[in-house]
């Protein structure tokens, strides 16, 4: 039988805490985003169209009721 040999690949005992991995000491993301000049401000930008005021207009109208429609549908 050929054994492979990995040596990431380790057995660990079932019933004994496993060993914490160290952290490294590495950057954040956000840092490496930051020192790479890859992290942009939020740029806020309001859009505003001509037609959205007609839209607007256009759904009021489908939902305006004459008080007999109204009327008509409590009873």
């Known amino acids: 039988m050929v ?3 990995n040596p990431a690949l380790h057995e ?3 019933y004994q805490p496993a060993a914490i991995i160290p952290l490294k ?3 954040s993301l956000l ?3 930051a020192s790479t ?3 942009e401000p939020y740029v806020f930008v309001e859009h505003y169209y001509e037609d959205e005021e007609d ?3 256009e759904v009021v109208e ?3 009721y004459e ?3 109204i009327d008509h549908l409590e009873e």
Do not use: F
């Open 3 to 5: 054994k492979l040999s």
């Open 12 to 14: 660990e005992p079932r």
């Open 25 to 27: 000491q590495e950057q």
């Open 31 to 33: 840092d490496w985003l």
């Open 37 to 39: 000049g890859r992290l």
């Open 55 to 57: 839209d607007e207009e």
């Open 62 to 64: 489908q939902y305006e």
């Open 67 to 69: 008080t007999g429609e």
